[in-house]
């Protein structure tokens, strides 16, 4: 394995870390995805976006979140001490929207006159059609069929706030054909038309901007757990799907040796069935939707469909800089199956009143495994991503429970 | 290296003439209905034939060829048994030109090396992959060049005077213009749109130019065989084999459609 001096230093010009990542796009968003680029180094450069998108994080989206010390799981599992930063209490109910309003104010420093995403869960699409009602325009979201099915509460929410949910009908219904869509969408419609990308993944710079939208959690919670603990923690744990709240808290700490770094993928019924959605463990390097990253695919190159409780987790692929932190062994890369997850659902809301989503549920429920052998003193930070309001049905079939 | 594309074109020039190019997908309906298809194609005035490689996530793609794409995976094909229709189609036909197409996946997933090695003893003579812009060169690109298969590039709308010159390098066999920002299926542009956008390209390359989607008509080939090197058509080609009521209708209609298009093309003389 390659030591490097600093592993926040990606993506290289051509926007690959490592050999993942790139610019895997039909020639006609070519010249978009340039000028986005451009736009993005400018808007880096530029004070005034800071301070917009700052002061929008703070008063709109309830910026700081919380990092609240979990007494009672801490008590439950009786070894380290757990936190949880609560991406759940932003406006919206996730962390979505620290990219959503990043990507907005960048789509109207560019002129755009319509907003399009695709959405898993929903959680995005509610981000998106959130912001594009702030700031007035148009906006259309793609939603796989299964997942509007799983979601209602989430599409309603967004056509409250005026977006367009546009079912996707094409193969497995869920996010890999959302993004699709989304994608045949902006191809028609590019002069117009800004696609915000609800994960680290995409063609470059899309990884990049995310991540750096998203950097936010991980920086607050430098700060907030010095001031708690007064040091550093030892290990950070999120859910991937995408892989852009766990991007976001790990970044500002990959370059702190001692700290452990734990992504936790979507097992579904188990690693060795062919319904899960952990892609790097159990798929291999490919090209989808703009990059190269390890997708869940068949011997002849075809993508194959995940399979996830968690619609926000339901994605056969995972962005590049995961792809590259996972070959360099610098994050660590388990599961949690859809049982798991459900269990520690379940466990967060009746320890801690918190109803979390099935997206965090899979970090959370990495819990039992990690925390109970370490010493009291040992700091676990847990990303509780979102909150779960939006599962309630998701979970009440899968208990045999009718609402 | 001059490929079965080159000499088709240089032979069309003197003829005086454009090229019909005629889109397929492998194995749609099924891989012997395909192949059927595929040797009745240059007898129905196909000049170049270009094959689909069917992909699960065609996003550039619309409706009819990502239908197209899902019955051919849904009939069993894979990138092996396309070369093995390219295959038996050159034990009968060794002049016109075939162009793959498609996504990169599959052909990463094959390897880069052996796909090229066994694409050209198939008998391939060019490459179009849609998710391979010039910035991914690298990938496949100039290895496919250096193996002696064309790439080809498409140009779009969106391809202003800045971008140009990135397409067009390391082009080689045709340029294929993209008429409208879209998906494949889209509806045909102005005529003078995409004169006006041809009269650009042409300004800044020697490579042959053929334009693509929206084309569904001898008619409508004919006009862009009137500005243009060739005229692409796919879509309306594949909606005859979903709309057949059996694999010899199927098989009839395309070639029908084939000889109706092919026919507009070469009643233009340039």
Redesign the interface.
């Known amino acids: 394995m390659t030591k490097v001096n600093t592993y926040r230093s990606g993506p290289d010009d051509t926007g690959h870390f490592g050999i993942y990542g790139g610019q895997f796009v039909a020639e006609t968003l070519m010249p978009l995805i340039l000028e986005l680029n451009d736009a993005y180094e400018a808007a880096k450069k530029d004070p005034e976006f800071d301070a917009e998108l700052k002061s929008l994080l703070k008063h709109y989206v309830g910026r700081e979140s919380p990092l609240y010390f979990a007494e009672r799981l801490t008590e439950h599992f009786g070894g380290a001490k757990i936190y949880l930063k609560r991406e759940d209490l932003n406006h919206t109910g996730a962390h979505k929207i620290n990219n959503c309003m990043g990507q907005i104010l960048l789509a109207r420093s560019m002129g755009k006159k319509r907003i399009i995403a695709e959405t898993g869960a929903g959680q995005h699409g509610v981000a998106t059609a959130t912001v594009a009602a702030r700031f007035g325009l148009p906006c259309t979201i793609y939603m796989g069929e299964t997942d509007i099915e799983r979601q209602k509460p989430n599409v309603f929410r967004m056509k409250l706030m005026g977006a367009e949910v546009i079912p996707v009908v094409s193969g497995s219904r869920t996010l890999k054909d959302a993004m699709n869509e989304a994608l045949r969408d902006w191809v028609t419609n590019v002069e117009d038309t800004f696609y915000i990308i609800g994960t680290v993944a995409g063609p470059h710079p899309y990884p990049t901007l995310v991540r750096d939208f998203q950097n936010v959690i991980g920086e607050e919670v430098r700060r907030q757990i010095t001031e708690a603990e007064g040091r550093l923690p030892d290990t950070l744990l999120a859910c991937i799907g995408g892989g852009s709240n766990a991007m976001g808290l790990f970044h500002p700490f990959l370059d702190d040796e001692g700290i452990d770094l734990i992504g936790v993928e979507a097992a579904g019924h188990g690693l060795d069935t062919d319904k899960h959605a952990a892609s790097l463990k159990g798929g291999r390097p490919g090209v989808l939707h703009g990059n190269r990253t390890y997708l869940l695919q068949d011997d002849d190159g075809q993508i194959i469909e995940a399979h996830s409780i968690s619609a926000g987790l339901d994605y056969p692929g995972i962005g590049p800089e995961h792809a590259w932190l996972n070959d360099m062994g610098r994050v660590s890369y388990v599961s949690a199956t859809d049982t798991e997850a459900l269990d520690a659902f379940q466990l967060c809301c009746e320890l801690e009143g918190i109803i979390p989503a099935l997206e965090s549920s899979h970090a959370l429920a990495y819990l039992k495994t990690l925390a109970p052998d370490l010493p009291k003193d040992h700091i676990i930070v847990v990303n509780l991503s979102g909150r779960g309001d939006k599962d309630i049905f998701t979970v009440a079939d899968a208990l045999g429970v009718v609402i | 290296m001059e490929t079965r594309i080159d000499r088709r074109f240089a032979a069309l020039k003197s003829e005086g003439r454009a090229a019909f190019i005629s889109f397929v997908m492998a194995g749609d309906p099924d891989h012997d209905t395909a192949l059927k298809i595929i040797q009745g194609l240059p007898a129905a005035g196909a000049d170049i034939i270009e094959i689909g490689m069917p ?8 409706p009819a060829i ?1 239908q197209a794409g899902l019955r051919a ?1 849904a009939s069993g094909t ?3 048994s396309t070369l093995e229709l390219i295959r038996t189609f050159r034990e009968g036909n060794d002049e016109t030109p075939i162009v793959l197409m498609g ?8 390897g880069v090396d052996k796909f090229l090695k066994d694409a050209k003893e198939a008998g391939v003579d060019g490459l179009i992959i ?7 060169d690298d990938e496949l690109c100039l290895p496919a060049q250096a193996a002696g298969i064309n790439f080809i ?8 005077e ?2 140009l010159p990135a ?1 067009l390098n390391n082009s080689s066999g045709f340029l294929y213009y ?1 008429s409208i ?3 494949t299926g ?1 509806a045909a542009p102005k005529q003078s749109d995409v004169a006006m956008a041809l009269r650009r390209i042409k300004a800044a390359t020697d490579l042959p130019v053929a334009v693509g989607f929206g084309i569904r008509t001898g008619k409508q080939a004919a006009d862009i065989a009137e500005i243009a090197e060739g005229a692409v058509v796919g879509t309306a080609l594949v909606e005859r084999i979903a709309s057949a009521n059996s694999n010899e209708e199927a098989v009839h209609s395309v070639l029908e459609l084939a000889s109706e298009l092919s026919a507009g093309v070469q009643s233009v003389s340039k």
């Open positions: 992909f699960t996530d065609p996003m550039a793609d619309g990502q995976l894979t990138l092996r996504y990169f996946n599959p052909v990463y997933s094959y849609v998710d391979l812009p010039a910035e991914e590039r498409l140009a779009t709308p969106t391809t202003d800045k971008r397409v993209v920002a879209g998906t889209a």
